[in-house]
């Protein structure tokens, strides 16, 4: 091989390697445009999703699960008195609860709640007791 092959071979191979380049260079160039359009769309995406938030927050509060506490609270006052029978208002007035009808109604399906788990009897009509 001559010199003048030799500098025609290293001329192909610059072309092709220019050539590569410039396609490489486009093809970031395309993905960087679509990065930033994705990117865009994240938070426009983002934001939609924070407004649907605060929107179905505001206009429809969520209930708050019943707290675990207030059946603990009752079968504390039923362990703390295993031979008495509770009415509910007496039951509410120990516990310090209100004694509003709503309430007392909470109360009752707990009640019944308890009684048809096995934690506490009704010895009679509207009382309820430990299970002994």
Do not use: W
Not at 5 to 13: G, V
Not at 72 to 78: G, H, T
Not at 80 to 88: E, G, I, L, T
Request: glycine letters at 4%.
């Amino acid at each position: 091989m001559n010199v003048a092959e030799l500098l025609e071979d290293l001329r192909d191979q610059h072309d092709q390697s220019t050539a590569r380049a410039d396609d490489l260079r486009r093809q970031i160039e395309r993905l960087a445009t679509e990065l930033t359009e994705a990117e865009a769309r994240l938070i426009e995406l983002d934001t939609t999703r924070k407004i649907v938030q605060e929107i179905t927050r505001t206009s429809a509060e969520p209930t708050p699960p019943e707290p675990s506490t207030a059946y603990q609270d009752i079968l504390n006052a039923f362990n703390q008195h295993p031979d008495q029978a509770f009415r509910v208002r007496d039951l509410h007035e120990h516990l310090g609860m209100p004694t509003d009808d709503p309430a007392m109604n909470v109360t009752r399906s707990r009640l019944g709640r308890l009684v048809r788990q096995g934690f506490l009897t009704q010895p009679g009509r509207g009382l309820c007791q430990k299970q002994a």
